[in-house]
C-alpha cells in the first residue's frame, strides 16, 4: 500500500516536471530583425533548470556551440555541427555563453540563463572578439 503510494507520487512529479519544462526556439540568421549581421534570435534566453533550447538552422553555415569555459561548474558543454538543429536540455543552473563558430569574430553570440543567476564575474576573462564582447556585456545586463 504505501510502496504503491510512494510510485503514484513519484510518477506525479515526474509529469508535473514534463508539464512545467520548457522549450525555447532560438533562430541562427544571417540579419536580425533590427537589421545587424549574424545573430542568434532571441540573443539573451532566460530558462529554468530542465527547460530546453531548440537552435533552428533559420539561414545556412551557422552552429551553436557553448564557448570554452563559458559554462556553471558541472554543466555539460555543447556544440552542433553547421547547419545543425540542435537541442540541448539545460539542467544546471547558471550562464552559458554560446556562439556560432564561423561567425564568432562578427559577433555572433547568445547567452543563456538557467535560474536566477548573476552574471559570473570571469564570464569574458577568456579571448572574446571586440564584437562578441560587446553583444556579450549587451546580454549581460538583463541579468
Ligand atoms: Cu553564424
Do not use: W
Not at 10 to 35: D, H, R, W, Y
Not at 38 to 57: C, R, S, Y
Not at 79 to 98: A, C, F, P, Q, S
Amino acid at each position: 500500500m504505501i510502496r504503491k503510494l510512494t510510485i503514484g507520487l513519484a510518477l506525479a512529479a515526474l509529469m508535473s516536471g514534463a508539464a512545467f519544462a520548457e522549450t525555447i526556439e532560438v533562430q541562427m540568421l544571417n540579419k536580425g530583425s533590427e537589421g545587424e549581421r549574424m545573430v542568434f534570435e532571441p540573443a539573451f534566453v532566460q530558462a529554468q533548470p530542465g527547460d530546453t533550447i531548440k537552435f533552428l538552422a533559420a539561414d545556412k553555415g551557422h552552429n551553436a556551440e557553448v564557448n570554452k569555459g563559458m559554462l556553471p561548474d558541472g554543466a555539460e558543454a555543447f556544440k552542433g555541427k553547421i547547419n545543425e538543429e540542435i537541442e540541448v536540455t539545460l539542467d544546471v543552473k547558471g550562464v552559458y555563453g554560446v556562439i556560432c563558430k564561423p561567425h564568432f569574430a562578427m559577433g555572433m553570440v547568445m547567452t543563456i540563463a538557467v535560474g536566477d543567476v548573476d552574471a559570473p564575474e570571469d564570464f569574458l576573462e577568456g579571448r572574446v572578439p571586440r564584437k562578441a564582447k560587446q553583444r556579450f556585456e549587451a546580454q549581460l545586463a538583463n541579468l
